[in-house]
């Protein structure tokens, strides 16, 4: 699920591909452009995948960045620029990229048996799962040694925990969990939130902590500010804490009504480098590229076979691990397909205030 500046990198591959025939190219891709959204999941990234990748096959890897702003993707593939062969989405936005024709149809043939990947991998028609990810409750523990927070009803608690929260600026993940410290139960928030007044609700929650919230927009932000003690709690991605936590900062997460999903890779419409980029999909989403990948940053793998793999000191560490999933809600992708927008200007405008 997350940090950063956009690169737009223009490829200089040679590539010939006649796709009104339906013909394949004859010349193969010398480099590809690969946009994530930075921080650890890129550094992960680049040493399971882009590595091992450019050695094995001599292709040239460019690791870009940028902040999950759909408007970039339409803007290359309305003007028949695409300079990106694959980039990360977060499922909402990759089911209406795939409904607004932002990306490429995924020929699972040259990816891999379906059977070996967890279902919501292999459910969308333009994206492979590439892991899941947790937006979760994060606290640093050696500040709150013998008081730690356990719930977001805590996250809410200025009286017994004083100090700024830090919380994303954002309304997808933030409204669910003002929800949820409003005393509503994971299983019951998209029921709530899918009424003007669980709307009014979650809006009228977050007013009550509002001047207590310093705003994280990329994923490295939470980590830092709890380092720093900007803040005393903070919602944040799990990777991006139980990295941290394993380079020696002494970072908590609460798994208890934390919030999941998976990301994607995606090809945007209109790439030149089709076939190569699918070849690297196939690539990244083996067994043993996962393994490493999980390795070095705490995000669950999609495929199951990568999971016997795993070092067992790293399996705890995931949104995956059944004591994890255990209170924990799976965001309701349809739900922000349907109300996203709308939510997030809202959101935007609350901020603004």
């Known amino acids: 699920m997350k940090s950063t500046t956009i690169k737009g990198v223009v490829l200089r591959a040679a590539v010939a591909t006649c796709l009104g025939l339906g013909a394949a190219g004859a010349h193969a891709a010398d480099s590809l452009t690969l ?6 999941n890129k550094t992960a990234q680049e040493k399971a995948y882009y590595g091992p990748y450019e050695k094995e096959t001599g292709i040239k890897i460019t690791a870009a960045e940028y902040n999950g702003e759909q408007a970039k993707i339409k803007a290359m593939v309305d003007t028949s620029s695409v300079s990106w062969d694959a980039v990360e989405v977060e499922s909402p936005e990759l089911v209406r990229g795939c409904e607004e024709g932002l990306f490429e149809p995924i020929d699972w043939g040259g990816i891999g048996d379906k059977a070996d990947f967890i279902e919501a991998a292999t459910d969308k028609d333009c994206g492979v799962g590439m892991f899941v990810w947790s937006v979760a409750l994060a606290y640093h523990g050696d500040k709150l040694k013998d008081n ?3 719930s977001w009803a805590d996250f809410w608690d200025v009286k017994k925990y004083p100090g700024k929260r830090g919380l994303r600026k954002g309304a997808k ?3 669910e969990i003002a929800l949820m410290a409003d005393g509503v139960s994971p299983k019951d928030v998209y029921n709530v939130l899918a009424t003007p007044e669980g709307v009014d609700r979650a809006f009228a929650k977050l007013d009550e ?4 919230i310093q705003w994280w927009e990329s994923g490295a932000q939470p980590a830092q500010y709890l380092v720093s003690g900007d803040v005393v709690m903070t919602s944040a991605y799990n990777g991006r804490i139980s990295q941290a936590a394993r380079e020696g900062t002494n970072l908590k997460v609460v798994w208890d009504q934390s919030v999941y999903d998976l990301d994607y ?3 945007p419409k209109g ?3 089709i076939a190569e ?3 690297f999909i196939a690539f990244a989403s083996k067994p043993e590229t996962q393994k490493v990948y999980a390795e070095n940053i705490a995000y669950g793998v999609v495929n199951k076979k990568a999971i ?3 070092d067992k000191k790293y399996l705890a560490d995931m949104p995956t691990a059944p004591e994890n999933e255990k209170n924990a809600i799976a965001l309701d992708v349809d739900f922000w397909i349907d109300n996203g927008v709308s939510l997030e200007q809202r959101y935007n405008a609350w901020v603004a205030k």
């Not at 946009?35 to 650890?40: A, K, N, R």
């Open 173 to 175: 993940y933030t409204l």
């Open 265 to 267: 890779w995606a090809i």
């Open 148 to 150: 730690a927070p356990t």
């Open 271 to 273: 790439s030149k480098n």
């Open 35 to 40: 946009v994530s959204f930075g921080g650890d």
């Open 209 to 212: 902590l509002k001047p207590h």
């Open 277 to 279: 980029t699918m070849k």
């Open 308 to 310: 016997p793999l795993i």
